[in-house]
T-cell receptor, first 113, second 119 residues
Framework: QKEVEQDPGPLSVPEGAIVSLNCTYSNSAFQYFMWYRQYSRKGPELLMYTYSSGNKEDGRFTAQVDKSSKYISLFIRDSQPSDSATYLCAMSISNFGNEKLTFGTGTRLTIIP | GAVVSQHPSWVICKSGTSVKIECRSLDFQATTMFWYRQFPKQSLMLMATSNEGSKATYEQGVEKDKFLINHASLTLSTLTVTSAHPEDSSFYIC???????????????FGPGTRLTVL
């Protein structure tokens, strides 16, 4: 069993729709949860990080963490064509530096104009 | 935000040759850099963690004699793929950690990646 599972998609939705991206994990030691966006042939860029269970909002993006279910989500409101990319969840045990990130496989998202 | 560059962005080489990939933090000093490999439609897999001035720490299953890592300064780490073979063809991405004191989150900034094709 992989430590982090993520539906690879692809996922296509019309512009303006709400997008839900999800990951599950098996290692209860994970404490930090991140969402990265990766455009084709580019490196990932950090969208959001969360530490505790609950919701964190940043503009059109909301990250949700449920540690009891080992389940995290990223919601994108009012989706735009520029949101078309691969979205990767990532997790780490601590944040003291030198910390290994464990990534999901990524979900390829296409927003249709 | 912090910027990480990689050079070259893509490289094609013959089987048996060695290839060097550079990773630079352009506007900050990075005591720790990470090297990842990403195969098509797969996740980023950590290959090794590189600390300035010390030997790299390799993940299980990664051959340290094949993937040589040198972190000679606080802004530069290099990955050399020695005696490359077609199965080494992949997308290699580095990241650098800011390690800034007082930061709420110790973020890794990723380079744009290097696509290696071994013929």
């Amino acid at each position: 069993q992989k430590e982090v599972e993520q539906d690879p998609g692809p996922l296509s939705v019309p512009e303006g729709a709400i997008v839900s991206l999800n990951c599950t994990y098996s290692n209860s030691a994970f404490q930090y949860f991140m969402w990265y966006r990766q455009y084709s042939r580019k490196g990932p860029e950090l969208l959001m990080y969360t530490y505790s269970s609950g919701n964190k909002e940043d503009g059109r993006f909301t990250a949700q963490v449920d540690k009891s279910s080992k389940y995290i989500s990223l919601f994108i409101r009012d989706s735009q064509p520029s949101d078309s990319a691969t979205y990767l969840c990532a997790m780490s045990i601590s944040n003291f530096g030198n910390e290994k990130l464990t990534f999901g496989t990524g979900t390829r998202l296409t927003i249709i104009p | 935000g912090a910027v990480v560059s990689q050079h070259p962005s893509w490289v094609i080489c013959k089987s048996g040759t060695s290839v060097k990939i550079e990773c630079r933090s352009l506007d900050f000093q990075a005591t720790t850099m990470f090297w990842y490999r990403q195969f098509p439609k797969q996740s980023l897999m950590l290959m090794a963690t590189s600390n300035e001035g010390s030997k790299a720490t390799y993940e299980q299953g990664v051959e340290k004699d094949k993937f040589l890592i040198n972190h000679a300064s606080l802004t530069l780490s290099t990955l050399t793929v020695t005696s490359a073979h077609p199965e080494d063809s992949s997308f290699y991405i580095c990241s650098a950690e800011t390690g800034l004191a007082g930061e709420a989150y110790n973020e890794q900034f990723f380079g744009p990646g290097t696509r290696l094709t071994v013929l």
